[in-house]
Structure formats: structure tokens, C-alpha cells
């Protein structure tokens, strides 16, 4: 049986807000059919006082069981279980290696991009391919996140099943089967989402079959560049997008424009994209081609997210845009690729500086040295079963040998020169201090391909005593 659903309205410093209680108890926010009125698009959207969301802590799931590598030794385990237990990192209670997120660097990298977003008057719709983690959606969304996005119909589908009612599909909705899975979600009023189109022949695919359901899908043109990735190149594909939208009314909107500019390397180019997709977003509205007001445009990956904002905000005070920035990696950050961007725009950008702080890392990975066969090589119980290693290896920062005090920085020296699937080659000097037994904790370069390395990560503070964990649906 389905729970009643219960509706509510609330003050914001946009306006008025709606939400509604779904089948799973977890509140959404929704055009409202009293009101009429769309959610607020900036980023200080948040769930109604007082909402258990709000006072539930995330990180302590007391259902859903934990199991495979970087636990305690205990049987069974769950979130609230691990953290009630008081389980210690440095005192070797949970089994190496294992993936934790410092709950302190998590808070302050949300209250910075909230806070990013909202000087620039944007709405943030987090990438969450990037974690695939319910829990740290849930935690983005609490932090005003006007949405989620993601990049393939399962994803769409996992986050519908953890709460999350607004998604961003960044991608192609292509397939029957992928084309099914939405529409089954869409059977729910409440449930908003949205694809990216740029041929003629997939939508004409995506309006036959939404068409024979009786269903309305809403569509972003993606703008895209020549040697880059998906994307309408010129005006003339931009046309043949545009005339197959015209022959399905019945069940294909266009709710605006999107556009992917990581795949460029130059930031003159990156410019010349993004005016590009202002110009045609404008050419749009002017055509009355958007089937909704605030019409969408939406960009920004986790690199240059301030060039999108600056490019962007030409139109940030026009009440019919709503712009939407998607990075995916500044919950976690890094120490390789997203660190050197954050270098740049705290260097160049006249918000991110007036912020004074920056991102912080948060994902971290401890590990076990089990070998020292060489004087200057130490071997560490890691792998790439278990860190990212397409954008750099791992990077020693703290030495941890049990029983002391408090973790000490490494020497600048150590390194990892490569990694096999469970083992870490660290090099070292001949007479420093590291023996077996040592704990070994690594920065890491590219979240994401770390995360979809473990079934959960553990939350804990600034002792590296565990307060909880997260779960991943990879």
C-alpha cells in the first residue's frame, strides 16, 4: 500500500518552495499544483524545518549492512553499528586497506561550492556518478543542491530508490531498455528528469516510444565541439535537432540547453564554447522554442566550473534562465588534477579568491606496509583493486606506527613507483624510519575512479575515529 502523501510550503530567500512527502517517507521538492510554481533555482533551496532530514544523520544507516574489505572484524555491521562502536583507524581495529571520508573536509567543501554558487546566483546539480553514494546525494541536497545529476538510466534508477525526485542526465538516453527504466520512473508525478538530445535520429527514437506511452520527456540540446565528445557542432545540426523536436509535441519539451566543456584543455577555447551555448540558448528563447520559463543552461564539470559561472552569468539575473552548474568532485577533491584546478581558480577568480579558503581533500586511503625486501623499497598492502591510478598513483602523507601518539607527516621523498592489483611499490630512503606494521595513509588523484573501488567508504573525524559510513551503488 502507498503511503499518503502529505505537501507543505515553505519561505526561502528565493520565494516560495513546495515539497512533498514520498511513498518512502523522504521529502522532495515539486511544482507545486497549488501554486504553480517551480522550486527556487540558486542553491539556497533547503528541505523544511524541522525535516527529519535534517536531523537524521546520513552517515548512520541502521539497515542496510556493510561487508567486504575496510570493516571491523565483527560479523555483522552496519553504518550506525560501526560508528557506535567507536572503531579506530589508528588503533587498528578496522582491517587495511580501507577508504574513509573526513567528515570535517566534506562540510566545509559543501558550504564552499554552496556558497560559490550562490554569489554567482546558480543552481548546483552535484555530477553523482562521481560517489554513486545515497548518502552523500542526500547530504548535498540538504545543502541546498537544487538537484542531482547523473550519466546512464541504472544511476537515474539507484537514486530514484534512495529519495532523490530531480535528475540531470548529462547523456544520450539511448536504447529501449535504458528509454523503459525512465519511463517507469516517470509514472511518478513527482519524479523530475531530464536528458540531452543532439541527432535527429535519437529523437525521433526517444518521441516514438515516450509517444506510445502517453508520457512527456523533457530534453536539453547539447552543444558540443568538433573532436570533442557528444554535442551538436554547428547550427545546421543544432536545425535538424530542432525540426525533429517540432514532429513530437506530444511527448518530447525542449527544457533548454546544456553543454559539457571539460573536453577542452585551453580556457580561450573553453570561452569560445561556452559563449557559443549563451548564443544559443538566446537564439531559443528568442524563438519561443523552450517548452518551460525558467528555461535551463547548464554546464561546468568539476575543472572549470568558474569559467562556466563567469561565462554564465550574463544570465544569472534574467528570471528566465535558470543556469545549473554540475561538478561532481569538489565533495571529496584530490591532490592531483582537481587540486592543480582549484590552484588556478582560487589564483584567477574574483569570488573563489574573495572566499579566502579552498576545497580541502576528504577521501583518503589507509594501508599496511607488509614488506620491506629492499632498503629503499617498502611494500604497501594497496592496489589498483583499491585507489585510482589514470591520473596518478597515490601520494603518501602520513606515518601512523601503532602505538604512538598521533600520525606524522611522510618525507617528501616517498613515493609510489607503481602499483599491481593488491600491492604498492613505495620508494623510500635507506635509513628511514618505516617498518612493517607501519600505517600508511594516501592522498588521491580522480574521486571518482576510487569510489567505484568500494562497496562503502568509512566516515570518520579528525582522529580517524570512525563516526559512520557511506554505501556505493556502482
Not at 597515490?394 to 613515493?415: E, F, M
Not at 562497496?455 to 556502482?474: E, I, K, Q, S
Request: glycine share 8%; hydrophobic share 45%.
Amino acid at each position: 500500500m502507498t503511503a499518503r502523501r502529505k505537501t507543505g510550503h515553505g519561505a526561502s530567500a528565493q520565494g516560495m518552495r513546495c515539497w512533498r512527502t514520498s511513498h518512502n517517507g523522504e521529502n522532495y521538492f515539486h511544482p507545486c499544483p497549488a501554486c504553480g510554481k517551480h522550486p527556487p533555482g540558486p542553491a539556497q533551496a533547503r528541505l523544511p524545518a524541522g525535516d527529519p532530514l535534517l536531523v537524521k544523520n546520513p552517515f548512520q544507516d541502521a539497515q542496510l549492512p556493510l561487508s567486504g574489505k575496510g570493516l571491523t572484524a565483527a560479523a555483522s555491521l552496519t553504518a550506525a553499528g560501526i560508528a557506535h562502536a567507536g572503531a579506530s583507524i589508528l588503533d587498528e581495529d578496522v582491517s587495511l586497506p580501507v577508504a574513509v571520508l573526513r567528515e570535517s573536509a566534506l562540510r566545509h567543501n559543501l558550504q564552499w561550492m554552496r556558497e560559490f554558487a550562490e554569489r554567482y546566483g546558480m543552481a548546483l546539480a552535484p555530477h553523482g556518478k562521481t560517489t554513486m553514494s545515497p548518502a552523500l546525494f542526500a547530504l548535498q541536497l540538504d545543502a541546498g543542491a537544487w538537484g542531482i545529476t547523473l550519466a546512464t538510466a541504472p544511476q537515474v534508477r539507484d537514486a530514484y530508490r534512495h529519495g532523490v525526485r530531480r535528475v540531470l542526465m548529462a547523456n544520450q538516453l539511448v536504447g529501449k531498455a535504458n528509454m523503459a527504466i525512465v519511463a517507469a520512473l516517470q509514472q511518478d508525478a513527482a519524479f523530475e528528469f531530464c536528458c540531452l538530445v543532439d541527432s535527429a535520429a535519437n529523437v525521433d527514437a526517444l518521441g516514438a516510444f515516450f509517444a506510445a506511452r502517453g508520457q512527456t520527456l523533457r530534453v536539453l540540446l547539447e552543444i558540443g565541439v568538433e573532436g570533442g565528445r557528444a554535442g551538436v557542432r554547428d547550427e545546421a545540426q543544432a536545425q535538424h535537432v530542432l525540426d525533429a523536436l517540432a514532429r513530437w509535441p506530444q511527448s518530447l519539451a525542449l527544457y533548454g540547453v546544456e553543454v559539457y566543456e571539460g573536453v577542452l584543455r585551453d580556457e580561450a577555447g573553453i570561452r569560445a564554447l561556452l559563449r557559443r551555448t549563451v548564443a544559443q540558448w538566446r537564439r531559443l528563447r528568442e524563438a519561443g522554442a523552450f517548452a518551460c520559463r525558467p528555461a535551463v543552461l547548464s554546464g561546468a564539470g568539476s575543472a572549470w566550473f568558474d569559467v562556466v559561472a563567469e561565462e554564465f552569468s550574463a544570465l544569472a539575473g534574467d528570471p528566465q534562465a535558470l543556469i545549473v552548474l554540475r561538478p561532481g568532485c569538489y565533495l571529496t577533491h584530490d591532490v592531483g588534477a582537481y587540486r592543480d584546478a582549484a590552484e588556478r581558480i582560487h589564483a584567477a577568480n574574483p569570488v573563489a579568491r574573495a572566499m579566502a579558503a579552498t576545497l580541502q581533500p576528504a577521501l583518503r586511503l589507509w594501508a599496511c606496509v607488509q614488506s620491506r625486501p629492499e632498503p629503499a623499497r617498502a611494500i604497501v598492502g594497496l592496489g589498483k583493486r583499491d585507489a585510482a591510478f589514470d591520473a596518478g598513483l597515490p601520494v603518501p602523507v602520513l606515518r601512523h606506527r601503532p602505538g604512538d601518539a598521533a600520525p606524522r607527516p611522510v618525507p617528501a621523498h616517498w613515493r609510489l613507483a607503481a602499483m599491481m592489483d593488491q600491492h604498492a611499490f613505495l620508494q623510500v630512503q635507506d635509513h628511514d624510519d618505516i617498518d612493517v606494521g607501519d600505517l600508511l595513509c594516501f592522498d588521491i588523484s580522480h574521486p571518482c575512479l576510487t569510489f567505484d573501488k568500494w562497496r562503502h567508504l568509512l566516515v570518520v573525524d579528525d582522529g580517524w575515529r570512525v563516526t559512520g559510513a557511506v554505501h556505493t551503488f556502482f
